[in-house]
Every structure is written in C-alpha cells, then in structure tokens.
C-alpha cells in the first residue's frame, strides 16, 4: 500500500491538470495514462504474487534437482530425485491413495452440495435456517472438524459405536480410524462434513442464474423432473460445476490437515496422502529434494486434472 | 408455479433438509455436551448426551491450564494484520482491473486464479528456506506474510467482481469534478464497495484463522502459535482431555460463527460474486 501511493499520486495530480482543460481528442494520451494507473493499482497485488507465490514455486522446483541440506550442501543431481520416486513404493502408494481419497471426498461434495442446494433452492418456507445450519462446517477450522471427527470415531468412548452398541446393531466396538480398510472412508466422511458447504453455497448461487422462463418453457415441452435437470440445470451449471470440480480437485488432491490429526497417514500407510508423504520426507527426514519432486508431481497431476475436466467439459458442450 | 408442486415432493424435501441440518448439529452438540461434562463422566462407557454434573470448568481450564490465551492473542494479530493487508492490497488491484484497460490484466487475473492449482505444500519448503534465510522462522511476521499470499488471489478475484457491479460513470463524473483516480477510488468507488469489503474480509480473515499446516511448520515457540496448532498439538498428548478440547474448539469457531449468522446474505454473495459472473 505505502509503495503504491506515491507512485499513483503524479498521475492523478497530472489528470486533475488536464482533464478540464481539453475536451476531446486526447484518446491516445488518455489510455496510457490508463495503462500506467491499472498497472499502479495493480502493483501490490503483482509485487507480493512474485514474491511470495511465483518465486517460492520455482525455487521448489529448482530444489527438486538438488540433493541438499539446504544450509552448505548443494550436489546437483538432475532428474535423480524424480527416478528415485519412481522405484520408491511408498511414494506410489501414497499417490494411488491420494486419487482414492480425492475422488471420494469430490464426488462426495459435489454430490451433496448439488442437492443440497437443488433443495434450497426450491424457495421452501425455513430455507433461511436450513442454509445458515448446512453451511455451518465450512466456518469450522479444519483441526476443529478433525478432533471433532476423532473423539466421534473414538473405539471406546465415541459417539458412534456407544450409539450403535446400544441400538445393538454392532456388539463389539469398531475401530473406525485403526482399521486399513476402514480408514479411508471415515477420513473421506469427515472431510466431506467440511467440505461439501462450499460446493452448496457455489452451486445455490449458480441455480439462482437460471431464468424461471427456461424451466416454464421445459413444462410447456412436458418435461419431467429429470428432464428438467437434464437439459435446463445441468447445462446452465455447467461453467460454475467446472471450475467448482477444478477447485475442488486442487484442494483435496493436496489435502494434508485433518487427515494428519485424524491418522497421521496411519494405520499401515492406509491414508498416506502425498501432503503427508512430502510433510515426513521434509520436515521429519530432511530429504528435501525428495520432498520437492515429490511437490512438483503433485502440481504436474493437479494440472493435467484440471486441463482433462476442461476438456471433457467443454467437449460435452457441442 | 409454487404453489403447484406436489406435496410429496416437499415433505421430502423437508426431510432430508431435517435429516441433514441433524448431521450437522448432532456433532455439534455433542461437541457441547462433551465440553460440559466433567472428566470421571468422559471416560465412563455409556456414552450420554445430557451430562449427569454439568460444568463449565473445562472452559476456564483452556485459559489457566493451557496457554490458550496467547494462542488467542497470536490468531488476532497475525490473522488481523494479514487480513487488513490483503484487503488493502486486492481493494486497489480490483479498481484497477475494474477500472483501467492495461497489457496483462487478464494474465494476471488468470495467474492468480491459477495459483489455487499450486500445492500450497509446494511453498512451504521454498517458505520455510526463505524465512530462515531472513531470519524469520518463528516470527508472526513470517505467518503474516505466508497468509497474505495465500488471501491475496481469491481476494483480488472477489474485490474485481465488486468494483465491476459499480457503475463507471461516477468515476467520470468525479473526474469531471476534477478529482485524481487516488481521490475518486478513496472518496467514490470505495465506500460505494464497503459491503463487498466486508465480505471479502471476513472471507480473508475466515482462511486465515483456520490455516494450520504453515503455522505448524514455521512456528515453533509456545508464544509464537496459533488457535489451530494450539488445539492440534493437545491431541498427540498420552491422555487426551476431550472436554478442555472440546471447550478449546468451541471458543475458536464461535466468533466465526456468530458474525456468520449476522451476516450470512452478504457473505455469500461475496463468496459468489467472483465465481458466477
């Protein structure tokens, strides 16, 4: 900000001088000086997403290519790091269990988001209350949703198996969070609890585009209920549903919070996301070329997600 | 059109909306119920909703026992700082945008977009060597700095959306007026914002207060952590305390919660403004 004002402030005295002075005929002059002001503006924005974001990511990327210790050893290995991964069975696995628990928690949001907010949005009496309540997880920290979901899933003393032993549907507890087959999908359910109120709050704000005449129009062709969604909200959602799976997808793919406070990747490597993967390769092993090629994968996979949704999204439009 | 749609479809919309508004608040009460029962009722196998000796010492505990106050304290600044930062930040870039046609706006505007893609993982290593490089590791100036960054996109994209949905011509008109682009964004196109200023502010201040991970790995002081590592770090303990948690976790969502519910239209046409136009 402080950097920003003195810049700005020659251009705005300069406008002030001239603008009254001549009417017309300065479009030229008039849309540098438009150029310079939008470029000020834009400045801190620019400096601090250099710095902070552009900078830090080719500095990783260049750390990929090192065996270092990052104080005084620096040995150049080249794509050693990446072929290293490529042998390394607990990287691939953490990968494969990275798309599986993506794929349930983004399936899982979308799903519930969409008819949650398919439902909010039929204008019913008490929607007011029913979106205040469905939205609450979203405001919830992340470790507050895992040691919430943790004391739940407690064998002993959790909410769920002393309900379900009382109602006698289960006679011995279930240790939801200690079994390798189990894992996963108490910690996909938990993290579909956190996530799903965005994906509502996206997808009620792109139902309220829709104009009220394309569905009288689809009433008048004898469309059904399915036919409805079929060919007039599902298109229409099409753009916020896109960029909603792209988000999404980034977001979890690289998800590292409540499964570490839930798991810690944990039992067995059952739920050892790639975030948890780099996390111990850093910052408990110090391998930190390692870590960083591993990072630089996960970015290469997040973007070609992200390019193949577009395609097939796009491709469905013609 | 309404007033047509077959009752059965709206009992059962009423009843899933029920049946789910239940899966969130069960949870949610238990995490009360937990909080308010003392630690001999936790560990007894019968698990029950209402406590038997209802208490409210597990709430005083996180304040005397543990140095919750200072976590409190360390959330506010940092969080605070980097949020009035952001917004100062995206505010002028979204005028700018809005406002001026310029090479690499829309570069720009798809960069920002883009670094959601990037593993926010990916900077931590890159973070963590440049921090120690300048001295800043278990600094609140490094999580302040961490967090802007990580506000600043969605921010930007929020605020250009606003700024959009002002019409131009009072910027002409001020113009005419003979006021400077500083003085027309300051004195017209700003205030004419405030609403999505809010919105994008608590947008801010909602990702910041609930980040973990950076603050995990570039603190390390006990006077130096946040709220969420604070109650993270309680649950590697021997012997969990569920309800001091418990009670831990209710005081850090429920300032969040309370400006949520007052201000709930606003914010989530915030949110969406930049998603859906």
């Known amino acids: 900000m402080a950097a920003s004002s003195p810049t700005a402030r020659p251009d705005a005295e300069g406008m002030r001088l001239s603008a009254p002075r001549k009417g017309r005929g300065k479009a030229p002059r008039r849309s540098r000086r438009d150029a310079i002001a939008g470029r000020v503006f834009t400045l801190p924005v620019l400096l601090v997403t250099i710095a902070f974001v552009a900078y830090p990511i080719v500095y990783g990327i260049g750390l990929s290519f090192f065996e270092t210790n990052l104080v005084n050893r620096w040995e150049f290995v080249g794509l050693d790091n990446y072929a290293k991964l490529t042998r390394d069975a607990s990287f691939l696995d953490s990968i494969a269990t990275t798309f599986a628990f993506a794929a349930l928690v983004v399936a899982g949001n979308l799903i519930i988001g969409t008819i949650f907010a398919m439902l909010l949005n039929r204008g019913l009496r008490f929607t007011t209350f029913f979106r205040v309540v469905l939205i609450l997880p979203w405001l919830f920290p992340e470790v507050v949703v895992a040691l919430l979901w943790k004391w739940m899933y407690n064998p002993i003393y959790g909410l769920f198996n002393s309900e379900l032993q009382s109602a006698g549907i289960t006679d011995q507890p279930i240790a939801w969070l200690d079994d390798p087959n189990l894992a996963l999908f108490a910690v996909a359910v938990a993290c579909i609890w956190k996530g799903y109120p965005l994906v509502m709050v996206l997808v009620l704000a792109g139902l309220q585009t829709i104009p009220n005449e394309l569905y009288e129009a689809a009433s008048l062709d004898r469309a059904g209920w399915w036919g409805k969604f079929r060919f007039v909200t599902l298109p229409a959602l099409r753009p916020v549903l896109l960029a909603v799976m792209v988000l999404e997808t980034a977001w979890w793919f690289k998800h590292f919070t409540i499964v570490w406070l839930l798991t810690s990747g944990g039992p067995a490597g059952a739920t050892n996301v790639v975030s948890i993967d780099i996390y111990t390769r850093a910052f408990k092993n110090f391998q930190w070329g390692d870590a960083a090629a591993t990072a630089v994968v996960v970015l290469v996979i997040t973007l070609l997600l992200s390019g193949i949704y577009q395609k097939v999204l796009n491709r469905d439009e013609d | ?277």
């Open chain 2, 1 to 277: 059109m309404k007033t047509r749609k077959p009752a059965a479809a709206t009992v059962a919309t009423y009843a899933v909306l029920v049946i789910s508004s239940l899966g969130v608040l069960v949870p949610v009460g238990w995490m009360l119920s937990t909080a308010l029962k003392s630690g001999e009722e936790l560990f007894s196998q019968d698990a029950h909703w209402i406590p038997l000796n209802p208490t409210f010492a597990a709430f005083t505990r996180v304040f005397t026992d543990y140095p919750f106050a200072t976590y409190f304290g360390n959330s506010l600044l940092v969080v605070g700082a980097s949020t009035v930062i952001a917004i100062a930040f995206a505010s002028f870039a979204g005028y700018g945008i809005s406002r001026f046609q310029f090479k690499g706006r829309g570069t720009l505007m798809g960069f920002l977009l883009l670094t959601q893609l990037f593993p926010s993982i990916m900077l931590l290593i890159p973070y963590f060597k440049l921090f120690q490089g300048f001295g800043l590791i278990d600094t609140q100036a490094a999580l302040i700095i961490a967090y802007v960054s990580f506000q600043l996109p969605l921010c930007t994209w929020m605020m250009v959306g606003y700024f959009r949905s002002i019409p131009t011509e009072l910027d002409q008109a001020s113009e005419v007026d003979g006021a400077g682009r500083l003085r027309t964004f300051w004195q017209i196109v700003l205030p004419l914002a405030t609403p999505g200023v809010a919105a994008t502010a608590i947008y801010a201040f909602i990702t910041g207060w609930n980040e973990y991970l950076f603050a995990l790995v570039l603190t390390s002081s006990e006077d130096k952590k946040t709220v969420p590592v604070g109650i993270g770090q309680l649950i590697g303990q021997y012997r969990i305390e569920w309800n001091d948690l418990m009670a831990a976790s209710l005081y850090a969502l429920v300032p969040l919660t309370l400006i949520f519910v007052f201000l709930q239209r606003r914010i989530i046409s915030g949110m969406t403004a930049g998603a859906v136009k």
